[in-house]
Each structure stands twice: as structure tokens, then as C-alpha cells.
């Protein structure tokens, strides 16, 4: 079946580092790719997607690019801030005709000053 | 974009009640929504996936007599947790599938906690 697998957390980076964050993924025929965003206390918001191979997904300095040779969508910022703290979540849409999304078990990022 | 929103988005109940979650895609229709339980800090559970005008699918493992799911309408799914109790006090979020976009919408969240 189709899966996510995410690299565990926390990831604690000082303000300006770079990020990436690991996704790789499982599935047969061709998922849509999505990484949303959780702050605290809060639902998810999306933050980039990519439909098709070699795909680039980009939002807020967020990029991610749908790999399909290494089944791979890892997320990544040139330099991040404070404000970026929060839970992020590696997602595929399932391509069986349920409209399900599969998530990955979030990976937790902070960011000092 | 679309929007999807829940309410409420915090309740407080005693042990022994029923609570009603409400699930609304504001500028879209939905003819599948879908509702997550989200235990802290953990990833998301997919439950259900409402079908309007249909009974719900289950995923394997959710009591279907202890969540109830309606999808009355093309812009409304509810869910009711019947007879609560502690263990079921968790974070649960609704999601509306937009068929053009063939994407999901995620609604806000809804905190329970049963006391």
C-alpha cells in the first residue's frame, strides 16, 4: 500500500540555518505531493504541493521538488526564522480513487533566536 | 481558496454525554469530507470519510456506533461523538475533498475534552 515515512524530530536549527526536512514515499501510480504546516493549537494549512514529476511545490521560501526516481519530496528553506517553529507534515494523495491523503508522522521544528 | 470551517472549536463536556462537531466547506461543495483525530503530538488518523448522501466508510479500528458521521449536504458533515469519556478527548479535524482541485481543504480543528 501507499505510505509516507518522514524523518523523526524534533529539529532544533538556529534562525538563518538551512533547513530540510526528509519525505519519501510509497505508492503506485502517480500521487499528488503535499507538505502542510501545524502551529500550535492549531489545524493544518497547506504549504506547497506538487501534482506530476520534477514538480517544484514553493511558498513563503518553503521548496520542495517531487522526485520520482528516488520517491522523494523533502522540504527545504534556505533560512529560516522564528516564526517557522511549528509541526510539518509530509502528505500523498492516495491514488486508488478514494480522495484519502496518507500523512507521515510530522516532524517538529524549532528555531532560536 | 476554499474554505473550510468547524465548529465549535473548543468544548468541554462531562463523561456520559454526546458532542456534536460541525464541518462546513464555505464557497466549495463536497461530496466527500473526511474526519482526522490527532492525539498530542502525534500525526494525523483518519477516521472516517463521509460520503453525502451515503453512510460513512470506517476506517479499521473506529467504532462507527461511537462516532457518527452525517453528511447531509454538499457543504455539511457532522460528526458526533456519542457518549463521551476521557479517552476521547483528542483534537479532530475535518478536511472537504474540491473536485476540481482535487485536493482537501482542512477545517481548523476542534479541541474535546471530556471530563
Known amino acids: 500500500g501507499n505510505s509516507v515515512t518522514q524523518m523523526e524530530g524534533p529539529v532544533t536549527l538556529s534562525e538563518e540555518a538551512f533547513l530540510t526536512i526528509n519525505c519519501t514515499y510509497t505508492a503506485t501510480g502517480y500521487p499528488s505531493l503535499f507538505w502542510y504546516v501545524q502551529y500550535p493549537g492549531e489545524g493544518l494549512q497547506l504549504l506547497l504541493k506538487a501534482t506530476k514529476a520534477d514538480d517544484k511545490g514553493s511558498n513563503k521560501g518553503f521548496e520542495a521538488t517531487y522526485r520520482k526516481e528516488t520517491t522523494s519530496f523533502h522540504l527545504e528553506k534556505g533560512s529560516v526564522q522564528v516564526s517557522d517553529s511549528a509541526v510539518y507534515f509530509c502528505a500523498l494523495s492516495d491514488t486508488s480513487g478514494t480522495y484519502k491523503y496518507i500523512f507521515g508522522t510530522g516532524t517538529r521544528l524549532k528555531v532560536l533566536a | 481558496g476554499a474554505v473550510v470551517s468547524q465548529h465549535p472549536s473548543r468544548v468541554i463536556c462531562k463523561s456520559g454525554t454526546s458532542v456534536k462537531i460541525e464541518c462546513r466547506s464555505l464557497?466549495?461543495?463536497?461530496?466527500?469530507m473526511f474526519w482526522y483525530r490527532q492525539f498530542p503530538k502525534k500525526s494525523l488518523m483518519l477516521m472516517a470519510t463521509?460520503?453525502?448522501?451515503?453512510?460513512?466508510?470506517?476506517e479499521q479500528g473506529v467504532e462507527k456506533d461511537k462516532f457518527l458521521i452525517n453528511h447531509a449536504s454538499l457543504t455539511l458533515s457532522t460528526l458526533t461523538v456519542t457518549s463521551a469519556h476521557p479517552e476521547d478527548s483528542s483534537f479532530y479535524i475535518c478536511?472537504?475533498?474540491?473536485?476540481?482541485?482535487?485536493?482537501?481543504?482542512f477545517g481548523p480543528g476542534t479541541r474535546l475534552t471530556v471530563l
Open positions: 464557497d466549495f461543495q463536497a461530496t466527500t
Open positions: 463521509s460520503n453525502e448522501g451515503s453512510k460513512a466508510t470506517y
Open positions: 478536511s472537504a475533498n474540491q473536485v476540481t482541485y482535487n485536493e482537501q481543504f
